[in-house]
């Protein structure tokens, strides 16, 4: 948990660990001294190496049988050159200096190509020397040390525990486990070498009523993090796994059951679980620089959140306080430095309410009249150029009171509870959205009151954070997130946290959505 920090930090998630001796292996001095000579020798004025490598691991039950267990590596490098404050970039599978070199000349002859369309000269913010670092992040147990014979029979565990359960029809289990290894090497002399783990483990229950021909669903909550596989087992006692699987079916026949909502504006006590995603959506997308000034306007959208209202625009009540960062401990946006060799940091988007900040990479920092970048630039592979990504955005928790959920529904006469994320929907310009849940409870007279279904919520993004009345305390500050953050084109990948407190809003739009749908 974390409260609110300076505008600008910059905190060490590192451990004691080291990065994987296969990956080092890899000649990558070699590499590096070979493309970066050449990229000088054809003219670059900057030059950078990255060497990328992903393995990833899915397995997959559905009533515990497996039926599917995919493993991949993917292994490149990739050359990105400035020449005349023009972009080049190339990128090659093989992993010999011969072809590191060939790799930077065709950057360079991609810049030069290309110098006569561009219309603006890039510019990169200065960012200190970092010789021979190295940064691991914070895990214990590596999944892909642990036989996946074992990994299935933990899975088939659970779903074993979900299925014996009266009402529960069908019963799907997965995990999805990554290993991200980088190398970084520029011409300003950085040599960095990462390594970070990051897993997302879901089941999910399903009772069907063959008569009328419908079916429910409730799976668990726990969000993908940047632990290793003892957040699977409850080892580190991040996630109640037993407790969770026991209440999900009662959860689930009482969903059934539930009466559906009345649709009209109703005052909500929304949990972190559900509340990341739309933190994500109406803010982290937001305040991305690249989109608040139309650069990334044909995938998903720019921002309503211009720089010309930087310092004024009022994005929510004043106890909203909103920071981005790429050092929060499990993060899965956390890293040591990011893909132009920048250190991780923590910084200010909303403050007081207002719009204070941005994400950015080296080339757009200049633009926003910044003498140093955020840290915010990320490829997902070495044959896709980096390009600006979202941070860990998170809402801060009251630094006064530790004010608990509890302690929130008492405020509420009647509203709603919701729980868990589910679908969502948001405009091109991160302004008008719509979002579901897993489970809603309703509250009366300030205590719970058994659940309701068919529950949509409905705003724009400055009226419902302006509706905030109240942020729950640091026990309640939970980190959420998502592997499947989509962006650019062609499209890139990328995994990000969103911590948040509980937090109470007054008046929310709630819609019907089985009234909505024609139903």
């Known amino acids: 948990m974390s409260g609110p920090p300076a505008s600008v930090v910059e905190v060490s998630t590192a451990t004691s660990r080291d990065v994987d001796e296969q990956f080092r292996a890899l000649g990558l001095g070699a590499l590096a001294e070979a493309a970066l000579s050449a990229a000088r020798a054809a003219g670059a004025e900057h030059a950078d190496l990255r060497v990328h490598r992903l393995v990833t691991q899915s397995i997959r039950l559905r009533d515990t049988r497996v039926e599917a267990v995919t493993d991949a590596t993917e292994l490149g490098l990739a050359v990105r050159v400035l020449v005349d404050g023009t972009w080049g970039f190339a990128s090659h599978a093989a992993l010999t200096p011969e072809t590191a070199a060939a790799v930077a000349r065709r950057a360079v002859t991609v810049a030069t190509t290309l110098r006569a369309l561009n219309r603006e000269r890039v510019e990169l913010a200065d960012e200190p020397r970092y010789d021979d670092a190295s940064w691991v992040s914070a895990y214990d147990l590596d999944p892909f040390a642990i036989p996946t014979t074992d990994k299935v029979a933990l899975l088939q565990d659970y779903s074993a525990q979900l299925s014996a359960a009266a009402g529960v029809d069908h019963v799907t289990a997965s995990v999805l486990q990554v290993k991200e290894q980088t190398y970084y090497a520029d011409t300003a002399g950085s040599a960095i070498t990462q390594q970070r783990v990051r897993l997302h ?7 069907v009523d063959t008569e009328a021909g419908v079916f429910e669903t409730m799976r668990t909550l726990a969000p993908p993090v940047g632990r290793g596989w003892e957040y699977v087992t409850g080892a580190d006692r991040t996630w109640d796994w037993a407790a969770e699987l026991a209440q999900i079916p009662d959860w689930l026949a009482e969903k059934v059951g539930a009466p559906s909502v009345v649709a009209g504006a109703t005052d909500l006590v929304i949990d972190p679980t559900n509340l990341w995603l739309t933190i994500h959506e109406s803010i982290g997308h937001a305040t991305e620089y690249d989109r608040a000034i139309g650069y990334e306007s044909a995938y998903a959208g720019t921002s309503f959140a211009t720089p010309d209202q930087l310092g004024t625009l009022r994005y929510g009540t004043p106890i909203m306080h909103v920071t981005g960062d790429r050092v929060q401990r499990h993060g899965l946006a956390t890293v040591g430095y990011d893909d132009e060799g920048v250190a991780g940091q923590r910084w200010d988007l909303v403050r007081d309410g207002v719009l204070v900040g941005y994400q950015l990479d080296r080339a757009f920092a200049p ?20 390009i600006q990504r979202m941070a860990n955005v998170s809402l801060q928790p009251d630094p006064h009171h530790d ?12 509203g709603i509870y919701i729980v868990g994320d589910k679908s969502w929907s948001i405009d091109m310009q991160r302004y008008n959205f719509q979002f579901t849940g897993q489970r809603f409870f309703r509250i009366r007279n300030g205590e719970l009151a058994g659940q309701l279904r068919d529950v949509a919520y409905q705003a724009t993004t400055t ?19 998502a592997f499947n953050c989509g962006k650019a084109q062609p499209g890139q990948v ?15 739009d709630i819609l019907n959505t089985r009234t909505e749908g024609g139903q």
Do not use: K
């Not at 483990?201 to 009772?207: C, D």
């Open 403 to 414: 004010t608990s959920t509890a302690e929130l529904i008492s405020r509420v006469e009647d």
């Open 494 to 508: 990328a995994a990000v946290s969103h911590g948040c407190p509980s937090v109470l809003v007054r008046g929310v």
């Open 463 to 481: 009226d419902f954070w302006g509706s905030m009345e109240a942020v729950g305390g640091p026990s309640t500050w939970q980190l959420g997130g």
């Open 201 to 207: 483990p879901q089941l999910e229950a399903v009772t």
């Open 367 to 386: 633009r926003l009249g910044l003498d140093r970048s955020n840290g915010c630039s990320y490829a997902d592979s070495a044959h896709h150029v980096p």
